[in-house]
């Protein structure tokens, strides 16, 4: 167990010291001896209204810093039985959306040649798409459960088939996600066209409206995705604005009436038990995140993903 990474922790580095990496765990260059990595992708040139999530990725690191190993309520242990790093950011070009999405892919065909599960540390909801085109390749058209204020299934945005309101008809359209298996939670705020969610219905997405999850449990919905995925390979994807603003208003497409944070809980501790072969936490926006609390739900999020991992087992 000793050679497996550990964070480092608070009683021998101040936890505002050392390097700021995610929950303070070792890097490393690339994703090989790794189960699952941290990887940031630090882009926001597909942004249609706030910019900043070029810097979620640092923010999101800095605020992971008192992050500690076991999680206290699931009793995960995710470091007593998976090799994790952070393997630091994809190159991006700034300069050109349409190259970038393929050195994401190129870059994720490498980690997941290794066999690592990927967690990424966002940058903007494009990323999700060339992210996924490279879990299909591997994995097959995967279950998805995306977690968002928007569908993100935009046909065009001023013209262009990519941005980040387009990944999941993108996706839909490539086969990317398995058929029935796709559940969308949060949905809400203003459209283009009163059926713009009917889209997502006409495929066979389960669109979860965030009126549904007003003042309610969502551990009953995890159940029943669950049974809905089975054990096909999943995917989760969380945008931070699913989130009511009053708790994450560092993002770049604000809607009110939005989840809380104990359903963001539950949403993801109710996907253990899962395949889970990828996840993300996009559009944290730090320029817009004056406390860094959006950062730091973000960075909890992705723990959380981290402990619900195949593999993680549970003390006691
Ligand atoms: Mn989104
Ligand atoms: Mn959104």
């Excluded at 505002?16 to 260059?29: D, H, I, K, S």
């Excluded at 977690?147 to 999941?168: C, L, S, Y």
């Excluded at 559009?283 to 739900?297: H, K, Q, W």
Aim: net charge negative; proline share 8%; aromatic share 6%.
């Amino acid at each position: 167990m000793s050679e497996l990474n550990q964070p480092l922790g608070g009683n021998s580095m101040p936890r505002f010291g050392g390097p700021a990496t995610m929950m303070r765990l070792p890097t490393q260059e690339s994703a090989a001896g790794l189960d699952a990595a941290f990887i940031g992708i630090p882009m926001d040139i597909g942004t249609s209204n706030r910019p900043g999530t070029r810097l979620g990725p640092r923010q999101i690191r800095d605020e992971s810093r008192m992050l500690r190993p076991y999680n206290m309520a699931t009793r995960a242990a995710p470091f007593d039985s998976l090799q994790v790093a952070d393997i630091g950011d994809v190159p991006i070009n700034t300069f050109h959306l349409p190259k970038s999405v393929d050195i994401i892919t190129a870059f994720y065909d490498e980690v997941l040649a290794h066999n690592c599960v990927p967690l990424t540390l966002g940058g903007e909801h494009t990323l999700t798409l060339p992210v996924l085109r490279a879990i299909a390749k591997k994995h097959g058209p995967v279950g998805l459960i995306h977690i968002d204020a928007h569908a993100d299934v935009n046909d065009h945005m001023f013209g262009e088939p990519i941005a980040h309101g387009t990944p999941f008809r993108r996706a839909q359209e490539e086969g990317l996600l398995a058929h029935g298996k796709v559940v969308q939670i949060g949905l809400r705020g203003t459209g283009y066209a009163a059926e713009d969610f009917d889209w997502c219905r006409d495929q066979g997405f389960r669109v979860v409206p965030a009126e549904e999850c007003w003042y309610r449990s969502l551990a009953p919905l995890m159940k029943e995705v669950r049974e809905q995925m089975g054990d096909t390979p999943v995917y989760i994807s969380f945008d931070i604005d699913a989130l009511d603003p009053s708790l994450a208003p560092g993002t770049g497409t604000v809607e009110m009436g939005g989840l809380t944070s104990p359903q963001a809980l539950e949403i993801v501790r109710g996907a253990a038990g899962l395949t889970i072969v990828g996840a993300d936490l996009v559009e944290v926006s730090p320029p817009y995140d004056t406390s860094g609390n959006t950062a730091l739900i973000g960075a909890t999020l992705l723990y959380e993903m981290l402990c619900v991992l195949p593999g993680v087992k549970r003390r006691g």
